[in-house]
């Protein structure tokens, strides 16, 4: 099963890059939520190709249609269809079946996993462009969230060799909301501007360039998740593990725990208006699979947008012989700016179906 | 849910540290398969306690005693019911009910999510203990996987600052089998020692120390796993988070890609012996969720131990006040041999999940 | 949850009766297969309204659109989204909001399930439209199962007080092809005229009526399904409680069990062809919950439409007094005819699921 | 999966008749309940053999040892795991290996099903002996729900040709409690004794005999359920149907709904004490899968002990050749005292299920 996700709310996404459309269904969202289509859009248009001289000239008008779940600008409860039609498919580019693998793209496993029978066409499921009726999801999933008082932000915490400070050493308090208009979002000012100098730079190389997002999520309450398979991290990793181009993740210290004492990692607790706390939070606001109320901290490594301009060795699966291969067209030098958008909304399916879960036992 | 994994193979562990019992249902495993139970046993005395100065006194026989499932040492296709005893619980050593709660640990977390019912014994359910069954059922699953060509191995690429060399950089055609026997298995001779001496470091100063584990799988056939939720990295990462300590997994270069051009990153396809394989593994045998047939390579960190013998700052529940805490008895100052196992064995079950949900494609 | 089925094949369904479209995803469908759309399209025009005096006049077009998952009209492995669009929804009928509840629906139950905000216009989710997106699963579930020599036939058995014979006495070798030609179908000639003069006397009386659908399932192998929690009769049930309508399902010789002595009940063994049968079927082909190789034979029950032109005595939501409610507008006097192709529909896609669930122990 | 039930509340149940053991794994169970033990126990009595002439004379100490989730006899909200072991399987009466096939037993098709790698002995999974850990699980699960007001009934509404009054005519407000403490539970005095007569014939005739029991839950709240795949209908069926020996399960009205006219079918709504009320229950207590406040009524045919005295046909899977059959040793005529706190266990399950998820809609 590759598309649905949740056990209490119900992700099931469907579509191919050149395919009539794509979108998402659903299943135990609540009711009575007011959308705010506006802020929907925003999200939706953040994700979108064609913002900057970073990402791709391609359009894609990616305004969604609430086939069912939604009356009136309001939830209804019952399941919600959201469809994303493709417009503007261009499937002339991309000549009669898959021949020559792209490396780093999933053309050869795709072909494999499917029989040969598989839409191929601009990458097909593995698309980046099935992250849209993901980001939609999410951005639905946030604006319930904010209703509770949960916050999720996220920055670029490292692309190539600029890193920025981390959420790790910031004020959790503070507001982060600004970091939403931002193209390259950046705790540290006037980074972006560095870090939109080596993307270009790999631009100009016929190149492209990975990088590190953080996500920190604040405002949940002690006591979401569980020991063992739907531990916090269990969840928000298999989310993040969907995005295309995700490598890695960590919580909290992460790699930094493998140099570590016990006495430096371990999070002393102590008493704050009334309310246990931990004096740090290398443990990125989970203990034992549970949130401790603290937040929620992690990292995922984005690699490279693998389609470069340079020529590049694969096969033939027509032929079975090797091939250069060169890629035409214009493609993103660096992806990271359109992936934090998708990390956020990975980040709110996954708090909201850990939320749904943690409500069942409250019985 | 807590303790509950898979849809194709399904899994169930159950218990807490000082119980009656703990162990595992396995539902969805292949008849017929012959049980090596000496390799069994092996596989779970490499994760028991009492091995060496590395690791905790207490001396747990870990003896399974299989319920349901097998007869005369095959499996029936049936659901497996192991079980193991706790017969060394000691719950004298621990009190009346969490007053305070140990920094680093689940006490807080665990308090919370089940309401002040929960058996916090020796840590209840967020015991290592646990895991014991989890090596059982992956034992099981590695025999299986065995005769299917499928091979697990795992060394400790780091302690500390101790660094092995990389699986990345190592033939995948070797036989590892001979890291088992180890007590800390490194790819780099001698390096074992100057690890060993750092964890006693540790320990000496009743403090204790991280690291991180690699595993490579190699044998898998191109095809396992899907794009999106159930790709091989969503699974496999689902299953590492559910280690207890497990902080942050990366596979293929993980984090090494946010400083990657996309031309060092992309692996060239080639031709070799007519199969279509790859000119270096940055991927870590994935593309776009689905196996590509090269070994799957991932890391995992480790969180130093959390129990130690310094005095701690913490608050006590019951009163609301904080506290200094000294945690007595031995503990292990580095989890890393007892948790070389446990990976290995997600590892399996991870794998076993997706070759069944392979097969389901292949009718 | 209450739009997603399965395991191995996994749906999920949207869509209101009056929102702008309803739909179905389905993951796990195999790769490779051409659909043939005529019949497909001649499936969906057995369910639709307007084929008789016995059916609602409302014209649906339900012609269905494939957003993902078919490419050169094939199946390609990934997930399939067809989605049905509303073009006749004609709300000026329906007033603003739920107010007198009708008896029988389910609009008090969807008002109370979704705190007031449901989309209740034509019943919401709760509409009988709702079964077009699964008649057309089950169509390409069917044309799968038909190439590895499956057959599902299905006959009204009995409509308010006149009874056709049983499959259990029927050759299950014959061919029931004819039957899907018929509005009602019968296995007995003429009857199904007796039948339709039955509902239209209904029908003047501003009425309605029921019956029952039984449904044979020919060519499936033994071994498909499991004792206890999926076994073959679960897997079912829960699909064809999920037909508004149904209330009752009986396998075999079904309520008749209760008044056999074993000795009639039990069928005997016997060797034909080399393969071992069943003398009779009493079974329904499942023992113990799974198929022996004989017809798999059940039986629906189908309650009368509840939507009635008599008066109906009732409960007013907004000012909770109680009132007479009168139904206006054309409705089925009997759902019967159409309530067939849904049943053989839900027969496929459990069929299909159980299919999976065996391929991946095949390994 | 034969043996994983539920997505909230969920099950796991293994063991075989003959092995070492069976019991459940219940993961989501609230926290905080205090068991009386002495009420499981009874139950758990109430559906051991040797309770009279009518029932089997083999002797299971069914006593069940809680390994965890359980702490100072209180829930703890952690996974509940329960074992009941087998000492007195006296394999000897069952030779070596499945050979010559039982009627109406899942001989035949557990070795298709598990490529003769089964545990045949005794009916292996297959023996009604698994419904043990069924009546441990639902007895935890009815006792939480009486704490939430909700009572489940049940009696012998048919054994052979006596039939009993039905819980449709019946005031749901009375106490059906001393139905629990009747061998063979009815509502009319007097036809228990009547009963026992009949199934006495069919001991004497060294023959069984079938019948329909009747279950009611009452004091379920309105909103329940939902349309579609997680009905109450579909929940409640999936888990009869695991009942060995169920073949039939109908709400309300059921098969008699197929001669009812819609205005007799349809329950009129009416307020009473401020609440929305039916005026019948037909449809017994569910609307568009959803319930409605009123109790939900069904009933579910038994089909005879396939086990009886007298010789049967059937077919030696060694040989291939055709044999006849005598099963020896004693075994139940009747099986349907035993049955009636297995339905009401799986009643209270699904209850749990449905409650849990309604919790998590309640946020």
Redesign the interface.
Known sequence: ?????G??L???????SH?????V?I??F???MAIDTERLLAEMARRAPGQSALTTARKEPDAP???????NG????????A?IRNTNQRSRDYGDGVDL?R????D???H????????WRGG???SGR?TAPVVLAGALCSQWLEKQGVRIACHVQ????VRDSSFMDADPCADYSHLKAMHLPVLTAGLDAQMEAAAME?RN?A??????LECMITGLP??L???????V???V???M??V?A??????????G???????????????QD?K?V??TNH??G???????GMPVVFRC????????G?P????S?KS???EELVIHGRHDPCILPRAVPVIEAMAAIAVMEL???R?????
């Open positions: 099963m590759s598309s649905s996700f056990q209490h119900r992700l099931s996404i469907f579509g191919q395919g009539e459309g794509l979108g269904t299943d135990g609540p009711a009575g249609e609430f086939l069912s779940g939604v009356l309001r939830t209804t409860g019952q399941p919600i269809c469809v693998v490396p780093g793209h999933a050869y496993t795709g494999v996993r499917y029989f040969g029978f598989e839409d097909g499921s593995f099935l490292q692309l190539g060799s790999a190389d190149d492209s360039i990975g990088g590190v002690a006591g998740g569980a020991p063992f398979f739907d531990s991290e269990s969840v990793s298999q989310l593990f969907s295309p995700v490598k890695g993740i960590e919580f909290g210290a992460g790699f725990f493998a140099s570590m004492r016990g006495s430096e990692a371990n999070d002393a607790f102590r008493m009334g246990v931990t004096e443990s990125g989970v203990n034992g699979g549970i949130t401790n490594v984005i690699r490279p947008t693998p389609s470069i340079k590049q060795q694969t096969v699966l079975g012989t090797e939320w749904k879960e409500a069942a036992c409250l019985t």
